[in-house]
């Protein structure tokens, strides 16, 4: 089946600094989406992005399908933005049925 | 709009048990999904619904069964609990694809 792999799988970010995630899958997705888990265990949602570019506020997100990869850019971070961030793909025969990286642990120190 | 909700919110059973994990959305989402996660891992799919009436197995549906007889409601049945089945459970809704999915805040599951 199809695999997806985040990196980096830890990320220690003094605040204010940038960050970029990356998310490599192995096979042609129908779409990709980016989850941000607090540290509460509650997950939302930050992006559904199949291709292109997508911003809100200091997070932005950008597919290069043909490449079959994606990047999460994290700018000014703050303490909030503490917890484990995911990819998902959807993978052809559509259902929604997500497909889930192991996630990138984000920790941002004051 | 209280969005995915789920009951309980913390479950122990013991081995052999059986329960439910309830799982309701007040957004009129057709699709519904769980799944479940693991120490370090991301999610996995365990079983899917795309309306009442239809459900269908993901990628880890052993030891668990679902019905759908209404949209809101898709509850999870455990019928002879197992300690690998130790895990935090969580329900998702969306409308058909292209929609993005939205988590209920977990159950943690404990088999002994």
């Known amino acids: 089946g199809i695999q997806v792999e985040q990196s980096p799988p830890d990320l220690i970010l003094q605040e204010g600094a940038n960050s970029t995630l990356r998310c490599n899958f192995s096979d042609s997705v129908n779409n990709l989406q980016w989850f941000h888990q607090n540290p509460w265990g509650q997950l939302i949602n930050l992006f559904y992005i199949p291709s292109g570019t997508k911003q809100n506020g200091r997070l932005s997100a950008t597919t290069v399908a043909t490449e079959r990869y994606s990047l999460l850019y994290i700018s000014s971070s703050q303490t909030t933005d503490s917890g484990v961030y995911f990819c998902a793909v959807e993978i052809s025969g559509g259902y929604n049925k997500l497909i889930f990286g192991a996630g990138t642990r984000l920790a941002v120190h004051p | 709009n209280a969005g995915v909700t789920q009951t309980p919110k913390f479950q122990v059973l013991k081995t052999g048990q059986s329960m439910t994990l309830q799982c309701a959305q007040d957004?009129?989402?057709?699709?519904m999904s769980w799944y479940r996660q693991d120490p370090g891992m991301g999610l996995r799919l365990i079983h899917y619904?795309?309306?009442?009436?239809?459900?269908d197995q993901g990628e880890v549906p052993n030891g668990y069964n679902v019905s759908r007889s209404t949209t809101e409601d898709f509850p999870l049945r455990l019928l002879s609990a197992a300690p690998s089945q130790t895990s935090v459970y969580f329900c998702?809704?969306?409308?058909?694809?292209?929609?993005?999915?939205?988590f209920g805040p977990g159950t943690r599951l404990t088999v002994l």
């Open positions: 998702a809704s969306s409308y058909p694809p292209p929609d993005t999915q939205y």
């Open positions: 619904s795309v309306g009442a009436g239809i459900t």
């Open positions: 957004m009129n989402h057709e699709y």
